[in-house]
């Protein structure tokens, strides 16, 4: 958890605390002073709310950060944030940023343009800061999940070891040095010492290219991307469904004494009270796992007094097309088929229909609770899949693949305008094409009886 940075009276010359949020450079915090014949502590203030720097909210956006004068120009600054989290370390980065600044300038002949070189580490800071929409307009603000921005982080990290591996200094190199060489050594980096396979390389290459086409297009930067050149890994997608035999035994086993996970000196109990509606409502919905948790009572559309489609908001589409910019995409619609209409009975429909509730797990939910209820799904699912011992390697998505297939051969063509990957408009000024939901919900029968 990030904590408050200080900075002392004396402190060393060129330090300071930055906030990404105010844009001010701090270099004090606190210090105490005589006026009037008294002694009085004073802080600084914050420069967007002007309150004093120790209930700053955004102290978790506040860096170390040094600034150096460029020898004969007309006061410009050479800078780098540093990723210290308390002074005395922050101390130790500002002295090796200062022999490295004067060795560059000593080995590359002085009048060298410093404003425009921007150093990869800072940059990939600045980056992070985008992710997380600091000091973004609000027309290019992202949705971007937070496993999603950790996936894109770990990405930028992975790149620096790649580097450092061949004694490149991520906090000295110049981003627009990045070139063909650099892009290849990340290339072996990946296959060769991570030994990741073609969609782990594919992901990481694409975050990469992302990252460096952000930085040309924000700092003006003027080099051609060579990340642009990379040539992806085919992949076999696999399609790997669950048998109807698996799925019946895999309820059976989830029980609180079949849970216990050793990893390493800790011990997990993978077991959860919810977890067998969810995997059943996985694969009765075809829903990713973010789908199943978040589904509520009043998301249910009934007919005659009857459950017969369920509206589903299409998180993945909202999220790419941004807030604000996503309120006409339509929500997907699942058909309430017998065996789903059944499951939402025994979870006690006809006491809670219309209700703005959640139908699993109800109770205190809070952003965290959410992110571990979606780890759980799929997190249990391998858990106890495992156990059965059938030779293969499943997981949660294998449900939504189950459905989807089953899906397809009952409604042919028309399966893309009930699933996710519509590029059909499936509400058309809020009419269902109800023919198509009818079929489905007397045609559809995963796993019949």
């Known amino acids: 958890m990030a904590k408050r940075k200080h900075m002392p009276n004396n402190k060393h010359k060129g330090l300071f605390i930055y906030c990404h949020v105010c844009k001010k450079h701090f270099s004090w915090t606190r210090k105490t002073t005589l006026r009037n014949s008294k002694t009085v502590k004073e802080e600084p203030t914050c420069g967007e709310t002007g309150k004093n720097y120790s209930i700053c909210k955004n102290f978790e956006k506040h860096r170390y950060k040094s600034r150096l004068h460029v020898p004969g120009s007309d006061g410009r600054k050479a800078s780098r944030t540093h990723d210290a989290t308390n002074y005395a370390d922050a101390v130790i980065q500002a002295i090796d940023f200062e022999k490295e600044f004067k060795s560059e300038l000593q080995g590359l002949g002085q009048p060298i343009e410093i404003r425009n070189r921007h150093y990869l580490f800072d940059v990939q800071l600045r980056y992070i800061d985008f992710l997380d ?17 950790n996936e894109i982080v770990n990405c930028l990290k992975i790149f620096n070891e790649a580097l450092a591996k061949h004694n490149i200094n991520k906090k ?73 035999e698996e799925f019946k035994n895999l309820l059976k086993i989830i029980k609180p004494e079949n849970g216990i996970e050793i990893q390493g000196k800790y011990k997990r109990n993978r077991y959860k009270l919810y977890l067998k509606d969810a995997l059943e409502l996985g694969l009765h919905t075809g829903g990713r796992r973010e789908e199943v948790v978040g589904l509520k009572w009043n998301m249910i559309r009934e007919k005659d007094g009857e459950p017969v489609y369920i509206e589903v908001p299409n998180l993945k589409v909202k999220r790419k097309k941004g807030e604000r910019f996503n ?40 952003d965290s609770s959410i992110k571990s209820m979606n780890d759980a799904l799929s997190l249990g699912f391998s858990h106890f899949y495992k156990q059965l011992s059938t030779g293969r390697e499943l997981q949660f998505k294998c449900l939504r693949k189950t459905y989807l297939t089953y899906l397809s051969s009952t409604l042919k063509g028309d399966a893309k305008r009930l699933s996710s990957h519509a590029t059909d408009t499936v509400l058309k000024k809020h009419y269902i094409d109800e023919r198509i939901v009818d079929k489905a919900i007397k045609e559809l029968d995963i796993f019949e009886d």
């Open 172 to 244: 000295l190199f110049i981003v627009n040095r990045i070139n063909d060489m650099h892009v290849g050594l990340f290339h072996d980096y990946l296959l060769v010492d991570k030994n990741y396979k073609g969609n782990t390389y594919n992901g990481k290459m694409s975050a990469l290219k992302a990252f460096l086409s952000w930085a040309i297009d924000r700092f003006n930067i003027d080099m051609k991307n060579p990340f642009e050149k990379v040539r992806m890994i085919p992949v076999i997608v696999k399609r790997d469904t669950i048998t109807k």
């Open 133 to 149: 929409n600091i000091d973004v307009p609000e027309h290019q603000k992202n949705t971007l999940s937070d496993g999603r921005k």
């Open 327 to 366: 309120t006409d995409v339509p929500p997907k619609i699942i058909p309430v088929t017998k065996s789903l209409k059944n499951i939402l009975y025994r979870l006690r429909y006809d006491i809670n229909k219309g209700k703005d509730r959640y139908i699993l797990n109800p109770d205190k939910r809070t």
